[in-house]
């Protein structure tokens, strides 16, 4: 398997097929500890090279995962993660904080989770409404001097909070939910990136399990963080249901599974838009590691393609339940 490499900006490479590590923690239901360590060592054997996480995810549970892997595998990786977010968010409680004298100290934080000295992307999780973004970007600005953080990066800004922050330091990547039916960044988001040479890091690429075919609601926990998500709610799953089925039918013809397809679609439209682009599926399962990383060399042909682009108008709900945590309840 070959996994192509692309730069972000700069020196900063990662693998055209990342891996979010959210799923790790127990966002999507019980996590077995062993098996996750498993999945992320196996990541790095079949050539993922771009590792992302978050101080949030598990409240520092996965940040804790990956630092375990990192103990012997530092080299092979490039690293991500990301401060803002505060609160236990799987259950709904949640704020952010992007107060410039507070981001110090969450690095630290995460660089002693993660058991490093320095972390190749920091992201912001969430813009602060409350705090001038320039502010924050400063903030981050001064561990990159510092030599703590080589890049910076944003998730779920808009474009013109994008270009505010590219403005103060240089933004490598932008993080922001992206797939085939979850398209509002493509108005303004993409192209800002594109325009910038910010790379963009498309997290929930396979719709939190939806648009792979395996997602059973009757298997869903109490706390799975998809009971929060309008599109998972019980009267939109039989809309939805026809968002698979094309899925299906791509997939299909491409001799190919769902995520493949849903992958594949994602770097097309890079190509599109002229923009590296790195997914970052998330699977618990090793199996699945080596499924999604075969995305990166399947080219769908313009029909196939076409027929994709139609599904986020048919989806049935948002993709978030408060529009203003993301980036299109803003713009």
């Known amino acids: 398997m070959t996994v192509r490499t692309i730069a972000l900006a700069e020196d900063l490479h990662v693998s055209a097929q990342g891996y979010g590590a959210m ?74 904080d992007g107060r410039p004298e507070h981001v110090a100290g969450y690095l630290d934080a995460s660089l002693s989770r993660l058991g490093v000295d320095n972390v190749d992307l920091y992201y912001l999780h969430r813009v602060d409404p409350n705090i001038p973004i320039e502010d924050t970007v400063g903030a981050m600005a001064e561990l990159v001097a510092a030599g703590k953080v080589r890049h910076l990066g944003l998730s779920e800004a808009t474009g013109e909070e994008l270009r505010r922050a590219h403005a103060v330091h240089p933004i490598a990547a932008i993080q922001s939910e992206w797939s085939v039916w979850s398209r509002d960044v493509e108005r303004n988001v993409v192209p800002t990136a594109a325009e910038l040479g910010v790379g963009f890091v498309p997290y929930s690429p396979v719709g939190r399990g939806f648009l792979t075919g395996t997602y059973d609601p009757a298997a869903l926990g109490a706390s799975d963080l998809r009971r929060r998500f309008p599109r998972f709610d019980a009267d939109a799953l039989s809309g939805n249901a026809k968002v698979l089925a094309v899925i299906d039918e791509v997939a299909r013809d491409s001799d190919a599974t769902p995520a493949q397809v849903v992958l594949a679609w994602l770097y097309a439209k890079g190509r599109e838009f002229a923009l590296p682009v790195v997914p970052i599926p998330g699977t618990r399962v090793a ?17 196939r393609i076409a027929r994709l682009d139609e599904l986020a108008a048919i989806t049935v709900g948002a993709r978030s339940a408060d529009p203003s945590w993301v980036s299109f309840g803003r713009e």
Do not use: C, M, W
Request: charged share 20%; no cysteine; hydrophobic share 45%.
């Open 23 to 96: 799923s790790v923690a127990p966002v999507y239901g019980p996590v077995d500890p062993a098996q996750a360590l498993a999945t992320l060592h196996h990541s790095i054997d079949v050539g993922v090279t771009f590792i992302d996480t978050a101080n949030v995810y598990g409240e520092g549970a996965s940040e804790r995962a990956v630092g375990e892997v990192l103990r012997t595998r530092r080299d092979e990786v490039q690293l991500a993660t990301k401060f803002g977010l505060v609160g236990n968010v799987a259950a709904g409680q949640r704020g952010i």
């Open 287 to 303: 199996a699945r590691v080596e499924e999604n990383a075969a995305a990166v060399e399947l080219d769908l042909p313009a029909d």
